[in-house]
Each structure stands twice: as structure tokens, then as C-alpha cells.
């Protein structure tokens, strides 16, 4: 099993972050959590777990609401413990997410600024080659927001923003969620079954005679609708 970085900010999107680590220890991997100040903040107001102001009670929180299975493959730091193992390429970290990714620590990790534990992780996976994944939630996106996205990407990280696609007909908000994980945990190179997988348009209805529209599916079964509505 490889060993994870999973760093959390405060942009919104913090279920996507819950579903990763779950997937990740749910697969047996050793994941290593930091959380950002804004990031406690948004993560109770998202998914009701007190991490703390900075992160000191985030382990405990993590524990508790993915039971004590689950929990034990997770490690958590404070945001501020620069001395922790993922702050080092001796850590030997498989890779690092950043998930969400706020746009200050997006733009801080862009010019090498390490002022936490979670940019410092990021900082690190560049410099030892390593995958480094940001997964920001932003809309709509600056200039200035672009360009920085464009010169990680040059640098080696991968942009994977939380858009989720609707081509397999999500059903649930989970569903959506776990388009954008499994989409993650496959370029982390872990195999997975988090998101659905592309299978092609042979069981397509044919388009209605003259009108040239897909014939109309059940929103919950998928099944086509044998009747126009009225």
C-alpha cells in the first residue's frame, strides 16, 4: 500500500475531500491530512466537523466520521507543523492533492511560497517529481487565477477542477462527488471504482421520428420513456 497527502483549504468543495480520503483509506492506502485556518472554517460549515482553528482537532474529527476502521489509516497535522513528515522528500509521499484548492494557495504554491504544511507538501511533490494534483473550485476564473493554473501545469502538477460531467447520469450529489475522485485517484495511478466509467453510446435510444431529440429517460431508472409527455 503507498502513503498519501490529502491537503484541505478554504475553498469550497470540502465533500470532495471526505469522499478522497475515504476512497484512499477505504483501499488500504496511509493518508496524511493538514488542514488550512480558512479550512477549519469552511469544513464545519460544509460537512459539520470541528477540525479546530487550525487543524488540531482534525484527526479526532476524521476518526469519529469515518469510524474506527477507516481512521486508523489516516494521520492528521496542524497546519502550522512544518516538521512533519510530508514537509520532506524522505517521506517518500506517493502523491499530494490539494483538495479543494483555494486560489491563495493555488497562486502561493505557483511562486514557491510555503507558508503551511499543506503548500510546503506541494512545494515538495514539485521538486521531487512527484504527482501533484490541485483540484480548484473556483468560478469563473481570473486572468490572473489562469495564469498561475498554466505555469503549475509547466511545472508538472496536474489542474483537475471539480467539474463534474453528467454523461453518466448522476442520480445523487455522491455520484457527482465521485466523478471528480475517481478522476483524481486515476492520476494518482490508484485503481479504483469512485466514479463511473465511459462505456460508449451503444445503448443510446434512437432519436424521435421527425423531431430529431433523444427520446425522453426516466431521471432515476434511465429507462426511455415510452410515451411523450403532455
Keep these: 500500500m503507498a502513503k498519501f497527502f490529502v491537503g484541505i483549504t478554504g475553498g469550497s468543495g470540502h465533500a470532495y475531500a471526505e469522499r478522497l480520503i475515504r476512497e484512499l483509506a477505504g483501499l488500504g492506502h496511509e493518508v496524511?491530512?493538514?488542514?488550512?485556518?480558512?479550512?477549519c472554517?469552511?469544513?464545519?460549515?460544509?460537512?459539520?466537523?470541528?477540525?479546530?482553528?487550525m487543524g488540531e482537532n482534525l484527526e479526532v474529527a476524521l476518526r469519529q466520521h469515518l469510524g474506527p476502521e477507516l481512521g486508523q489509516r489516516v494521520r492528521a497535522y496542524r497546519s502550522e507543523a512544518v516538521e512533519a513528515p510530508p514537509s520532506s522528500g524522505t517521506s517518500l509521499t506517493g502523491g499530494v492533492v490539494i483538495c479543494p484548492c483555494s486560489m491563495g494557495t493555488l497562486a502561493r504554491v505557483a511562486v514557491g511560497f510555503s507558508s503551511n504544511l499543506v503548500e510546503r507538501a506541494a512545494d515538495v511533490a514539485l521538486k521531487e517529481r512527484r504527482d501533484l494534483i490541485l483540484v480548484p473550485r473556483?468560478?469563473?476564473?481570473?486572468?490572473?487565477h489562469l495564469e498561475n493554473m498554466l505555469r503549475l501545469a509547466r511545472l508538472g502538477a496536474t489542474i483537475l477542477p471539480a467539474s463534474p460531467g453528467f454523461y453518466h447520469r448522476p442520480r445523487s450529489v455522491d455520484?457527482?462527488?465521485?466523478?471528480?475522485?475517481g478522476k483524481i485517484l486515476d492520476r494518482l495511478g490508484v485503481h479504483n471504482k469512485a466514479g463511473a466509467r465511459w462505456s460508449g453510446l451503444d445503448d443510446e435510444p434512437q432519436p424521435e421520428p421527425g423531431t430529431g431529440a433523444p427520446v425522453p429517460r426516466d431521471p432515476?431508472?434511465?429507462?426511455p420513456h415510452t410515451e411523450r409527455p403532455s
Excluded at 496524511?32 to 479550512?39: D, L
Excluded at 432515476?220 to 429507462?223: K, N
Design 138 to 144: 473556483e468560478a469563473p476564473y481570473s486572468e490572473l
Design 220 to 223: 432515476l431508472s434511465g429507462t
Design 175 to 181: 455520484d457527482l462527488v465521485g466523478h471528480v475522485v
Design 32 to 39: 496524511g491530512v493538514s488542514i488550512t485556518g480558512a479550512g
Design 41 to 53: 472554517k469552511v469544513l464545519r460549515h460544509e460537512l459539520g466537523l470541528d477540525a479546530g482553528t
